[in-house]
């Protein structure tokens, strides 16, 4: 089991940053790679960032790219996901995710373990 804890949403303006924390603990961290994924009210939960298999490599949603950065900190356990220049429609409820499996990054169903969320709300 992997247990995920998300952590540093808020309310900002358009315009500003905000920068994601999700805690990973249980299993050894070289099984399972990690993902940030959001979804808004009555819509599908969506890709937004991911690290590949190897670790490489990293993926964005092309909503997102160049606005976002995923990182990591091994010795802590924890995954970021920087969030610059914020715009309105980037408001929803954002999730971390865990895969104990290779392939395409990008799916919801290649996830084992999800955190709560963290809601972010931009305002314009």
């Known amino acids: 089991q992997v247990q995920l804890v998300e952590s540093g949403g808020g309310v900002v303006q358009a315009g500003g940053s905000l920068r994601l924390s999700c805690a990973a603990s249980g299993r050894t961290s070289s099984s399972y790679r990690m993902g940030w994924f959001r979804q808004a009210p009555g819509k599908a939960r969506e890709f937004v960032a991911a690290f590949s298999w190897s670790g490489g490599s990293t993926y964005y949603a092309y909503s997102v790219k160049g606005r976002f950065t995923i990182s990591r900190d091994n010795a802590k356990n924890t995954v970021y996901l920087q969030m610059n220049s914020l715009k309105p429609e980037d408001t929803t409820v954002y999730y971390c995710?865990?895969?104990?499996?290779?392939?395409?990054?990008?799916?919801?169903?290649?996830?084992?373990?999800w955190g709560q969320g963290t809601q972010v709300t931009v305002s314009s």
């Open positions: 995710a865990a895969r104990e499996t290779s392939g395409q990054p990008m799916y919801v169903q290649k996830y084992n373990y």
